[in-house]
């Protein structure tokens, strides 16, 4: 029996992973994952952008992550995979396990850096633990909380997985404890840690983006880093924020973004009226700007 179920659980995988058809893989994932799914709660997955991770099964974003060999935000992963060059420093500001800080360091080499904050207890230890498993070296992990001031926050989350829905505002329906994390800002604490200066700015932070941007301008200011922003708006406006603040901003530092529409990049110059989740800044006046955006593509419009 155990023998026709590991059978069944790999034709699922390669149906996920390699059809070449997509339509209907969604409702074939849900009718079979839990039968299919392995006994143990602790993984490793192989992943199709070429690290290894460990994953908890009990979490349905790890396990569909497990099944389909690739993380949900597939598009923009392979955006990071286009402009993201050896050398490069990458941030990952809300790092969780480490998808983003795990796919960088495939793409920057030794030679290149990246640097992970995440404060979320359980979601820390297994990012360190996908650190090791994929025996980098040029992930710079901390435990930190980034936000517009110097102190310490209340952070909700769920009790027993890495919670990606962990935030500095209000506990959902799964985020059932509270622990106390150290919060920074960005501007201040790569000064105190000597970081190397940004490139690239991933941003996941359930809320916080606002107060990141705001204790970051001599970042955005010198550095001009590319950035990727989780901007869901009943988030946002759980945490007392919208795009609009978030686009006031960055406009001010002369950044324009970009939204996936149909697997496609699309400029735009009004953000609240996209319903993209992960918006894309870059600044049309840096001319290694427009040469990524060139690369993605980001269409302009017509």
């Given amino acids: 029996m155990e023998y026709l179920k590991t059978c069944g659980r790999k034709l699922l995988q390669w149906y996920l992973r390699d059809f070449p058809l997509r339509n209907g893989k969604g409702a074939f994932y849900e009718r079979f994952q839990e039968c299919l799914a392995p ?13 290894r991770m460990k994953l908890d ?10 099944f389909f060999g690739s993380y949900d935000e597939r598009h923009e992963i392979e955006m990071v ?7 490069e420093v990458f941030w990952d500001v809300g790092a969780n396990i480490g998808v983003y800080s795990l796919l960088a360091a495939t793409l920057v080499k030794n030679n290149g850096r990246i640097v992970a904050f995440e404060p979320a207890n359980i979601a820390y230890e297994m990012l360190l633990e996908n650190i090791a498993l994929n025996h980098f070296d040029n992930i710079l992990p901390f435990k930190v909380a980034v936000a517009d001031a110097e102190g310490e926050a ?4 769920a009790a027993h997985i890495a919670d990606g829905g962990a935030n500095l505002f209000s506990p959902g329906t799964e985020q059932t404890i509270t622990q106390t994390c150290r919060t920074v800002t960005l501007d201040k604490f790569s000064q105190d840690q000597q970081l190397p200066s940004p490139d690239f700015i991933k941003m996941d932070i359930e809320g916080a983006e606002l107060a990141v941007l705001r204790g ?4 955005l200011t010198r550095d001009q880093p590319l950035l990727l922003i989780e901007m869901k708006d009943a988030v946002l406006k759980a945490a007392g924020t919208d795009k609009s603040l978030i686009q006031d901003i960055l406009v001010k530092y002369g950044y324009v973004p970009a939204f996936l529409h149909r697997r496609k990049w699309y400029q735009t110059d009004d953000v609240t009226r996209v319903k993209s989740r992960n918006i894309f800044w870059f600044k049309p006046s840096l001319s290694r700007h427009r040469e990524k955006a060139a690369r993605i ?3 302009t419009p017509s």
């Avoid at 970051?216 to 970042?219: C, K, P, Q």
């Fill in 39 to 51: 006994a143990e709660r602790y993984v490793i997955a192989e992943l199709s952008a070429g690290f």
């Fill in 57 to 66: 099964l009990h979490d349905p974003a790890h396990r569909k992550t497990f």
């Fill in 81 to 87: 995979k286009r402009v993201l060059e050896e050398r």
């Fill in 154 to 157: 209340v952070l909700f989350a």
């Fill in 216 to 219: 970051a301008e001599l970042i």
């Fill in 297 to 299: 593509p980001v269409r």
